[in-house]
């Protein structure tokens, strides 16, 4: 009862209208029931098309205001575009709540691994969506009943360094529960939920790398149980005793 | 390129004194150098003796007052005494600062998974040190170079679920730096540190279980490089842009 993280490397630039769920297939052994394919959200966002051009984008007075330590203020036009809020500022620096509910630098949108220098890739605009299609998908060209997660990796409070996280999740667990279970010496565990979604994310993304062209990760031999949902993750500040 | 996470059961419970690398070595197939072996913190705890009975325990007036909604005041005192400082608390529960630095519920005390009613287990005294003792104990027997984490199952902000979280690091990156390196496309990375030793512990948990006696885990095939300590994972709160 191992667990196996396989890397799905994928040759070449992901074009808009690309088909993941054959990318997925052709990189990586047959499917089995079980499985785990995690895709990065870049991945996913280039084959929905979430890319702008910033050569197209004239940014408003407020984000030439936030570049004026040399930031792109053309960038930071997009970022706010996709903000619900600016939760904190340093400079050009923003940490911002998308549309999504998700807490993190510069609203998820990102210029590094984009096929050319004035092209930047938004997060999904629904990432469980966007699971639950690839899913489909591969069920469809397979038969097989496997799990999907979009991840990103994102920063957090009070640790340093990224980590991967799941934004979308579909055919697996979000958290699991323990609440109710009893442990070996009979006592009772009190609720506590594990974030099973974010711990396959960031297994995956051991594989990721930032620099080789791995845009997906099979996770083989995880007794998965249950569905879930990336919104389940989010927890609203004003639920949150940490901060 | 693929990687493996085998757990490693141990048969009964893990008295102060254990050998944790025979347990290993007992539990797994032999080592190579490169792999990463992830314990929780709890079997390196129980191995240290950092267990406290609470019957021995003398609430304080502080931790009789945190405990009027029911809580058990003597264990509310041992998380006192492992903390810097109380971040915040909502009547007995407690997010602590403690000693080391991790922001965490309870100060990482820990009631379930005990040998007895009345026992608490603390977290280990100095993590990284455990860590590092537990590789060079594996290096001297087997002559192989492993990284070591222990690790511990923690809450965030922001986020909702516990996750594999690393607070001992011995002969593995804590952090990977990626700044400076240039992506596919040619466009630098700006500094980005990825928390690789946050990762490992998270895809190990997802072998731990809660229930059955799985205290560490095996991960093998992971490329990694360098060295770092679970203190690099900490940011200080005055230099948190998130909260």
Request: charged share 25%; glycine share 10%.
């Amino acid at each position: 009862m191992s667990i196996e993280i396989l890397p799905l490397p994928v040759a070449g630039e992901i074009e808009t209208g690309a088909d993941l769920a054959a990318l997925v297939l052709d990189a990586g052994p047959p499917l089995l029931d079980g499985d785990v394919v995690v895709l990065t959200h870049k991945a996913v966002s280039k084959a929905e098309g979430r890319i702008v051009d910033l050569s197209d984008v004239v940014p408003s007075p407020l984000a030439l205001e936030f570049a004026e330590d040399g930031g792109d203020p053309r960038q930071i036009e997009v970022v706010l575009r996709e903000s619900k809020r600016v939760v904190r500022r340093r400079g050009s620096l923003l940490i911002c709540e998308t549309h999504h509910g998700f807490i993190c630098a510069s609203a998820g949108v990102d210029r590094s691994n984009t096929p050319g220098d004035d092209l930047v890739v938004l997060l999904p605009e629904d990432p469980d969506a966007s699971a639950a299609r690839i899913r489909e998908a591969l069920r469809a060209r397979t038969g097989r009943t496997v799990g999907v997660i979009v991840a990103d990796t994102m920063g957090r409070p009070l640790r340093n360094g990224i980590l991967g996280t799941a934004i979308g999740v579909s055919g697996v667990e979000a958290l699991r529960s323990l609440q109710g279970d009893i442990d070996p010496n009979g006592y009772e565990l009190r609720t506590t939920q594990v974030a099973i979604a974010d711990e396959l994310a960031a297994a995956a993304d051991l594989v990721f790398g930032k620099l080789e062209r791995v845009p997906a990760a099979l996770i083989r031999g995880y007794a998965g149980r249950g569905d879930g949902t990336a919104c389940e993750l989010i927890r609203s500040a004003d639920r949150d005793l940490f901060i």
